[in-house]
């Protein structure tokens, strides 16, 4: 049993440029969250998908943040036009889905860290 | 909506002796609690959750955590400390779609 995996785990990039990063879920997992974690803090909740469909997301997540699940498999999050404030970890997630409030733990990657200079 | 805080940003602990990392919940309904650990540039790892049953539930790496709904806690523990249990723990509270975290505790073990 392979784990959440994501790719890149590190990457530096200059103000202004585009990121995107990718993130595998457990197999028979249908539900993928990613999650942001600046220096300090707890994960803070960007957006959900339930197989393909994006059902829910953070006021965090601005126009220039844009998360995907094409086929209900993988996922990929881009950021456009980078900030500094962007720089974090950003955590990718998945579990089970049940309805509302399941119980299903949410088990994570390794985590993609960004540092926008 | 759901929430947890860690009210101690860090513990520090002697090998060998026990150690207790806080937690306290606010939630309508049913709470589903869970306790993770993160390692320096590591994600998240899951130890334990209560959904139901027990107050004391068992998890990994010989912790555990008791549920107390009088006091609307969920205090993570270990009996016996070790130096390799140092590392970043997060408290969280499932929320309608997704998990809510504390702001985190550092566990320091000193040998």
């Known amino acids: 049993d392979t784990g959440v995996s994501q790719d890149p785990r590190h990457k530096i990039t200059k103000r202004g440029q585009n990121v995107t990063f990718r993130c595998d879920p457990i197999?028979?997992?249908?539900?993928l969250y990613w999650y942001r974690q600046t220096l300090g803090q707890g994960p803070e909740f960007l957006t959900y998908?339930?197989?393909?469909?994006?059902?829910?997301k953070s006021r965090l997540l601005s126009d220039r943040f844009s998360a995907e699940r094409p086929k209900g498999s993988f996922s990929t999050l881009e950021i456009q036009r980078t900030e500094q404030g962007d720089s974090a970890m950003y955590l990718c997630?998945?579990?089970?889905?049940?309805?509302?409030?399941?119980?299903?733990?949410?088990?994570f990657g390794e985590g993609s860290w960004l540092t926008v200079v | 909506a759901q929430s947890v805080a860690q009210p101690e940003d860090q513990v520090n602990v002697a090998e060998g002796n026990p150690l207790t990392v806080k937690c306290t919940y606010s939630?309508?309904?049913?709470?589903?609690l869970f306790w993770y650990v993160q390692y320096p540039n590591r994600g998240l790892q899951f130890l334990l959750k209560y959904i139901t049953g027990d107050n004391l539930v068992k998890g990994s790496y010989g912790f555990e955590a008791e549920f107390n709904k009088s006091q609307t806690s969920f205090h993570l523990k270990k009996p016996s400390a070790l130096v390799s249990d140092s590392a970043l723990y997060f408290c969280a509270v499932r929320d309608i779609n997704d998990m809510r975290f504390g702001a985190g505790t550092r566990l320091t073990v000193k040998p």
């Open positions: 997630a998945s579990s089970l889905g049940q309805g509302q409030g399941s119980g299903n733990t949410i088990y």
């Open positions: 939630v309508s309904g049913n709470p589903y």
């Open positions: 197999s028979e997992h249908n539900r």
């Open positions: 998908f339930q197989n393909e469909a994006q059902l829910e």
